[in-house]
């Protein structure tokens, strides 16, 4: 079993920065066996997205939405990823979800972190 804990969600105003952090828990066993990290985010009323994926080997994916804004870094030795968001706008607005799985998935989702951007 892993368990994520996000943290630095806010509220900041458009055009500024934020870093997203989540730290990975769990049996060494199963955290070793994570491939893909990343993170999702929801707004109010729509559906859950990907935003950005790090495989272990550091292969990345992004919404295009965030493509030139938005990087996810991982650190394997920390057992955490991160994604550091620049030019942010209020679109962006929303819950921000870790996620990790095995293969296909996500197997595991965090809490949650709240992140407002203001106009």
């Known amino acids: 079993q892993v368990q994520l804990v996000e943290s630095g969600g806010g509220l900041v105003q458009a055009g500024g920065s934020l870093r997203l952090s989540c730290a990975a828990s769990?049996?060494?066993?199963?955290?070793?066996?994570?491939?893909?990290m990343g993170w999702y985010r929801q707004a109010p009323g729509e559906q859950r997205e990907l935003v950005a994926a790090?495989?272990?080997?550091?292969?990345?994916n992004y919404a295009d939405s965030v493509k030139g804004r938005f990087t996810i870094s991982r650190d394997n030795a920390k057992n955490t990823v991160y994604l550091r968001m620049n030019s942010l706008k209020p679109e962006d607005t929303a819950v921000y979800y870790c996620?990790?799985?095995?293969?296909?998935?996500?197997?595991?989702w965090g809490q949650g972190t709240q992140v407002t951007v203001s106009s």
């Open positions: 790090i495989t272990r080997d550091g292969s990345t």
């Open positions: 769990g049996t060494s066993g199963s955290i070793f066996r994570l491939n893909a």
């Open positions: 996620a990790a799985s095995y293969t296909y998935g996500p197997d595991y």
